[in-house]
C-alpha cells in the first residue's frame, strides 16, 4: 500500500518519496491510520519490518498539523529508545523527513555517555524528542525539558527496554507525564513484561502483531563452521579475505572480545573498528556512520550496540561467538537479507558451543549443516 492511500498528508509525502519511502510496509499500514485516529497501539513486528517510521510519520504530521502552541522547553511527542545508538538512528530518520518540509520541526535525541550542557542549551523549540530514559531524567531535573505537554509518548523497542532494566526509570517517566496523551508501544516480541505495561498504561490500544515469523531468514544463507576457540581468530580473518568481504559485522559475546578481536583483524592488514560502551559517543558515531557508509570494512560489536546498527543492504553477519538466546541470534543474522536484499550470516561454532547450536536451529525451525573449517 502507497503512504498517500493511509492518510499522510502532502507535505510528508512529498518527503517521504525524496527519502525514497513509497510503499508502507505491513506494520506502518496497520500502525499509521490508527495513529491517525489516536488510538493507543501495541505493534509487534520483527526488527527490520519498519516500525521506526510507522511513529515517526505521525509524529511528524502531529507537529505539522498541530494549531495549539507549547511552552518553552516543552516537547509535544516523546520517543523512548534502550541505547544511544537507536537513539541516534531514530533521529537521523526524522532528520531526514523533516528537512524538506515547508514547515521546520525541530527534533533532538538526548542520550548520556556525553556531557550533558550542549544537549540542555540545545531543548529550546524542539517539538520531536528522542531520548534513553536516564538521560532524560536527568534534564527533567536540571529543568531543561518538561514533560507536562507530551500529546504522542513512544516506546520503542519496549521489550529491551525493560528487559535490560529500566523500569525503574520508567515509572519515573510516566509519573511526570500528562495523564491525557497518546500512547505508541512497539516490540519484536510480546512478553510478560510488555503485557503488563499494556495493562497500566495503554488505554484500550489496537493490537497489531503483523504476522511475519521471527524466523524467516529467507533471504538469509546460512553458513555455520565448526572451528576450535583458538583457531577461531585466523578462520575469521581467512573468511574475510577469501571471500573479498568488504563490509561486515562481527558479532561477540563481551566488550573484552570486540577489542581483541578487533586487535587481531588490523595486526593482520585487515581494516577493523570495535564499538563498545568503553569508547566516547563520539568516536561510536563515527565508527558506525563510516561502516553503514561502506568506508569501515569490519565492525566488531555486542549484541547490545548492534541494535544501532540498521542497514538496508548488509551483505555479511558473522557470528564469532553465538549469542545466549536464539532470539539474539535472529536479531543478530538479521542485520543483514534487509529490504528485499540477500545476505549471508556465517557462525562460526566451537565444539563446546555445538549442542548450543542445536537449540538455536531447533527454535528457528531451520536446519543449517555444520561444515568443517579448512585452512
Same mark, same amino acid.
Given at each position: 500500500?502507497l503512504f498517500q492511500d493511509?492518510?499522510v498528508?502532502?507535505?510528508l509525502l512529498?518527503s517521504? *518519496?525524496?527519502?525514497n519511502y513509497q510503499?508502507?510496509?505491513p506494520?506502518q499500514?496497520?500502525a499509521?491510520?490508527?495513529?491517525?485516529? *489516536?488510538k493507543d497501539i501495541?505493534?509487534i513486528a520483527?526488527t527490520g519490518s519498519?516500525?521506526?517510521l510507522a511513529y515517526?510519520?505521525?509524529?511528524?504530521?502531529?507537529?505539522?498539523?498541530a494549531k495549539?502552541?507549547?511552552?518553552n522547553?516543552a516537547v509535544?511527542?516523546?520517543?523512548?529508545?534502550?541505547t544511544?545508538e537507536l537513539?541516534v538512528?531514530?533521529?537521523d530518520?526524522?532528520s531526514?523527513l523533516?528537512?524538506p518540509l515547508?514547515?521546520?520541526?525541530?527534533?533532538?535525541?538526548?542520550?548520556?555517555?556525553?556531557?550533558i550542557n550542549?544537549q540542555?542549551?540545545k531543548?529550546?523549540?524542539? $517539538?520531536i524528542?528522542?531520548a534513553t530514559?536516564? /538521560?532524560l531524567l536527568?534534564?527533567v531535573?536540571?529543568?531543561?525539558?518538561?514533560?507536562?505537554?507530551? $500529546?504522542?509518548?513512544?516506546?520503542? $523497542?519496549a521489550?529491551?527496554?525493560l528487559?535490560?532494566g529500566?523500569?525503574?526509570?520508567?515509572?519515573?517517566i510516566f509519573r511526570?507525564?500528562p495523564? *491525557?496523551?497518546q500512547?505508541?508501544?512497539?516490540?519484536?516480541?510480546?512478553?510478560?513484561q510488555?503485557?503488563?505495561?499494556?495493562?497500566?498504561?495503554?488505554?484500550?490500544p489496537?493490537i497489531i502483531?503483523?504476522?511475519? $515469523?521471527d524466523?524467516?531468514?529467507?533471504?538469509?544463507?546460512?553458513?555455520a563452521?565448526m572451528v576450535?576457540?583458538?583457531?577461531k581468530?585466523?578462520?575469521?580473518?581467512k573468511l574475510?579475505?577469501?571471500k573479498?568481504?568488504?563490509?561486515v559485522?562481527?558479532f561477540v559475546s563481551?566488550?573484552?572480545?570486540t577489542?581483541?578481536v578487533?586487535?587481531?583483524?588490523?595486526?593482520?592488514?585487515i581494516?577493523?573498528?570495535?564499538?563498545?560502551?568503553?569508547?566516547t559517543?563520539?568516536? /561510536?558515531n563515527k565508527a558506525?556512520k563510516?561502516f553503514?557508509?561502506?568506508k569501515l570494512?569490519?565492525l566488531?560489536s555486542?549484541d547490545?550496540l548492534g541494535?544501532g546498527?540498521?542497514?538496508?543492504?548488509l551483505?555479511?553477519?558473522?557470528n564469532?561467538e553465538?549469542p545466549r538466546?536464539?532470539?539474539?541470534?535472529?536479531?543478530r543474522?538479521?542485520?543483514?537479507g534487509?529490504?528485499e536484499?540477500?545476505?549471508?550470516a556465517i557462525?562460526?561454532?566451537s565444539?563446546?558451543?555445538?549442542h548450543h547450536f542445536?537449540?538455536?536451529?531447533?527454535?528457528m525451525k531451520t *536446519?543449517v549443516?555444520?561444515?568443517?573449517a579448512?585452512?
Amino acid at each position: 500500500m502507497l503512504f498517500q492511500d493511509l492518510g499522510v498528508i502532502n507535505q510528508l509525502l512529498s518527503s517521504l *518519496k525524496s527519502s525514497n519511502y513509497q510503499n508502507a510496509t505491513p506494520i506502518q499500514e496497520q500502525a499509521i491510520p490508527f495513529i491517525f485516529a *489516536k488510538k493507543d497501539i501495541l505493534g509487534i513486528a520483527k526488527t527490520g519490518s519498519g516500525k521506526t517510521l510507522a511513529y515517526t510519520v505521525p509524529a511528524l504530521q502531529n507537529s505539522l498539523v498541530a494549531k495549539k502552541t507549547i511552552e518553552n522547553r516543552a516537547v509535544r511527542s516523546l520517543i523512548l529508545v534502550p541505547t544511544r545508538e537507536l537513539a541516534v538512528q531514530v533521529g537521523d530518520v526524522i532528520s531526514q523527513l523533516s528537512t524538506p518540509l515547508d514547515k521546520r520541526i525541530k527534533s533532538m535525541s538526548v542520550f548520556g555517555g556525553v556531557s550533558i550542557n550542549p544537549q540542555m542549551q540545545k531543548l529550546n523549540g524542539i $517539538e520531536i524528542l528522542v531520548a534513553t530514559p536516564g /538521560r532524560l531524567l536527568e534534564l527533567v531535573e536540571n529543568n531543561a525539558v518538561k514533560l507536562s505537554s507530551i $500529546e504522542m509518548l513512544i516506546l520503542d $523497542e519496549a521489550d529491551k527496554m525493560l528487559n535490560l532494566g529500566f523500569k525503574k526509570e520508567m515509572d519515573a517517566i510516566f509519573r511526570l507525564l500528562p495523564s *491525557k496523551r497518546q500512547n505508541l508501544l512497539f516490540s519484536a516480541t510480546l512478553s510478560e513484561q510488555i503485557e503488563a505495561l499494556k495493562t497500566i498504561h495503554l488505554d484500550k490500544p489496537e493490537i497489531i502483531k503483523v504476522s511475519e $515469523e521471527d524466523n524467516d531468514v529467507s533471504l538469509i544463507t546460512q553458513l555455520a563452521y565448526m572451528v576450535s576457540s583458538e583457531q577461531k581468530g585466523p578462520f575469521l580473518r581467512k573468511l574475510i579475505i577469501d571471500k573479498e568481504m568488504k563490509q561486515v559485522l562481527v558479532f561477540v559475546s563481551s566488550t573484552y572480545n570486540t577489542k581483541h578481536v578487533t586487535a587481531k583483524l588490523m595486526q593482520n592488514g585487515i581494516e577493523a573498528v570495535a564499538i563498545s560502551s568503553k569508547k566516547t559517543q563520539g568516536a /561510536r558515531n563515527k565508527a558506525l556512520k563510516n561502516f553503514k557508509e561502506g568506508k569501515l570494512r569490519v565492525l566488531v560489536s555486542t549484541d547490545l550496540l548492534g541494535r544501532g546498527i540498521d542497514i538496508d543492504f548488509l551483505p555479511f553477519v558473522i557470528n564469532y561467538e553465538l549469542p545466549r538466546s536464539p532470539k539474539d541470534y535472529i536479531h543478530r543474522i538479521g542485520r543483514t537479507g534487509r529490504a528485499e536484499n540477500p545476505g549471508t550470516a556465517i557462525s562460526l561454532i566451537s565444539p563446546e558451543e555445538e549442542h548450543h547450536f542445536k537449540v538455536i536451529q531447533k527454535k528457528m525451525k531451520t *536446519k543449517v549443516d555444520l561444515l568443517p573449517a579448512e585452512f
